[in-house]
């Protein structure tokens, strides 16, 4: 659908349907161009929130989709769209309802503790490949300035500062060491627990739930907020130049947790680290796990920081079903769980051009550097997790 000023931008609607869910259908809004003008759709079945200048819009847009839901029975997942024009980006939140998706529920582990209160929710953010405990704190004070009904303590990563490239694995210990030390040290008595993660970061705190040093804690886990994160790996890798550079890479540096990500780190896929993790427990034990990508990020691939399929992966090949098997191990158990809550964010920044730009490490860094979508992000939509 075309904009009503002449112009060569349009918003389009794409709805998938999910095969053998029930007719439940996704819709997707993609707008052409963030160039200066706003973009509002607001609510399914709200349309009258958009702004003025976009009315007519709006109004035939919902129509359409009004007519298609009620031609094809659909249930429709419920869609956000924000967008910041002076900072030309867009957010959409894509919410998936577990309880339409898949039939049967497990019991969820997030009862509400009855000391909750009086505790103290503990927040542990985990910086990537290459980083440091400053890389995530600009952070920190978008959620202490909002969440003032309970205690907040935020423990901010540095163990593995210097070590990044080793074995996921290892840094998970040292991660789940850290956290062990932390609460201590300050004699925390621990209502909730919510993980941040950025890139590699978010790898290295699944690798974290499954181990039995953690198990007291797995009640406790409340959100799971994931900026970039590789949880498919870096498998299916659209841009030619990362891909040649990541080889390079491969060839003269020995990484283990680069091969780890990259799915090279074992001849048999399946005794690969990332196949592995996503046989253990984890993400299905929050209230909350919400995962955000940026349409500009060439570092990690789209499908796998928002933790879905990739149509390469469907053509049939050993590594597609490998791909597939993975994908359901980490999924299934989070949208049979009707407690855990799934939100998937996509973020679109201007940025300038430059080498940083089309090696795609801009687009990356943009998630947790930018403190006008981090502002934007927290006071629109993050900070509700976190409460």
């Known amino acids: ?10 918003i389009s609607v794409n709805i998938r349907m999910r095969p053998n869910h029930y007719q439940h259908g996704i819709i997707t809004f993609v707008y052409g161009c963030l160039g200066g003008r706003t973009a509002v759709i607001g609510h399914q079945g709200n349309k009258h929130e958009t702004l003025a200048e976009y009315d007519s819009l709006a109004n035939r847009l919902l129509s359409q989709i009004a007519r298609l839901i009620e031609s094809n029975s659909l249930i429709i997942s419920r869609m956000r769209l924000f967008d910041e024009t002076s900072e030309k980006k867009l957010i959409l939140e894509q919410l998936i309802p577990t309880e339409i998706v898949y039939q049967s529920s497990s019991t969820g582990s997030k009862d509400k503790s009855s000391s909750e209160d009086d505790g103290t929710h503990l927040i542990v953010c985990v910086h990537g490949l290459g980083g440091s405990e400053r890389d995530l704190r600009p952070i920190r004070p978008y959620i202490e300035s909002g969440v003032t009904h309970e205690k907040i303590d935020f423990l901010m990563s540095r163990c593995n500062m210097h070590c990044t490239v080793a074995d996921i694995d290892y840094l998970a210990s040292r991660l ?28 290295i705190i699944r690798s974290a739930l499954w181990r039995p040093e953690f198990e007291g804690y797995l009640g406790n886990l409340h959100t799971f907020l994931s900026f970039g994160g590789p949880h498919m790996g870096l498998l299916y890798h659209s841009r030619f130049l990362f891909k040649i550079g990541l080889q390079l890479q491969q060839q003269f540096d020995s990484s283990v947790s680069i091969s780890q990500m990259a799915f090279t780190d074992h001849k048999d896929p399946r005794q690969r680290f990332l196949y592995k993790l996503s046989q253990k427990t984890g993400l299905e034990h929050f209230k909350n796990v919400i995962l955000v990508s940026a349409l500009q990020d060439y570092i990690v691939p789209y499908h796998s920081t928002r933790i879905e399929m990739c149509k390469d992966a469907v053509k049939g090949s050993e590594l597609g079903t490998v791909y597939s098997e993975m994908l359901r191990n980490v999924l299934e158990p989070v949208l ?4 855990c809550n ?19 490490a801009t687009g990356h860094c943009a998630l947790i550097s930018s403190w006008q979508f981090l502002e934007n992000f927290f006071q629109n939509a993050g900070l509700k997790y976190f409460e």
Not at 346 to 357: A, M
């Open 336 to 339: 049979n769980n009707k407690n």
């Open 1 to 10: 659908m075309m904009l009503d000023n002449d112009s060569n931008e349009g």
């Open 342 to 360: 799934l939100v998937r964010y996509d973020v679109s920044f201007d940025l300038p051009k430059s080498v940083n730009y089309f090696i795609g």
């Open 176 to 203: 789940l060491n850290e956290i062990l030390a932390h609460i201590t040290s300050k004699k925390l008595i621990i209502s909730r627990i919510s993980f941040i993660g950025f890139s590699l970061g978010n790898l």
